[in-house]
């Protein structure tokens, strides 16, 4: 398993700033994706963060947006730039474990709030 | 990526089975069935995932149609901590890409 923690936990920005997310894993993994969960919705792959590469980001989410970092094979950070209130979701990071299949650990999140 | 269909909410009592069921009948021979679940704030965790066989593990069980065009997730007893939405996602071995769908809120009843 993996026990993965994120900073911070929850946030409260005025729109039009930026918000940088941390994702802290135990142990060195290779993949590791972001998800957004709009309020009362479920979760939505932004993007898949590999160590040594650009990330890959899934349809509707753009780099400018949402700009990744993966340093090592322990961190990552997504950041949220030019914030709005349709921004204002929960967003966790997740990495999968070599050779367990699509067995996949989540953080706790993070609660962005938009003003 | 293969569709799967679930009930949007059910209801049990603690320490009863619970059998939340899910279609996928859009399912290819290489698609795993994975179930996880997302307790109130918090992110999700696995629970089970099988490809043709059903499947057991101390959180739950898998049974898994002979033509793999549905599958059911049993919790066998119950507790007020299982309340949670639970998804059940389809995907190649080492697909990596989970694709949620709503899933299935349950809620238990003391």
């Known amino acids: 398993s993996a026990v993965i923690s994120q900073k911070p936990s929850r946030d409260i920005c005025q729109r039009g700033t930026s918000l940088t997310i941390q994702c802290q894993v135990d142990?060195?993994?290779?993949?590791m994706f972001w998800y957004r969960q709009q309020p009362g919705q479920s979760l939505t792959l932004i993007a898949t963060?590999?160590?040594?590469?650009?990330?890959?980001?899934e349809s509707g989410f753009v780099i400018d947006k949402f700009p990744i970092s993966r340093p090592n094979l322990t961190f990552s950070t997504l950041t949220v730039s030019n914030m709005s209130p349709e921004d204002s979701s929960i967003y966790l990071c997740s990495v999968q474990l070599p050779g367990q299949g699509n067995e996949q650990y989540f953080g706790p999140g993070t609660r962005l709030t938009v003003t | 990526d293969a569709k799967t269909t679930q009930p949007n909410s059910m209801e049990s009592n603690e320490e009863e089975p619970v059998h939340l069921p899910c279609n996928h009948s859009t399912i290819s021979g290489t698609d795993y069935i994975h179930w996880y679940r997302q307790l109130p704030s918090q992110g999700p965790e696995y629970v089970i995932h099988?490809?043709?066989s059903n499947v057991n593990n101390r959180m739950a069980s898998l049974a898994i149609a002979e033509d793999r065009k549905s599958s059911t997730l049993i919790l066998h007893r119950a507790t007020l901590r299982d309340a949670a939405v639970y998804y059940c996602i389809l995907g190649g071995w080492g697909a990596q890409k989970l694709v949620f769908g709503q899933g299935t809120r349950l809620t238990i009843n003391p």
């Open positions: 142990s060195q993994v290779t993949m």
């Open positions: 099988g490809l043709t």
């Open positions: 963060a590999n160590q040594g590469s650009e990330a890959t980001y």
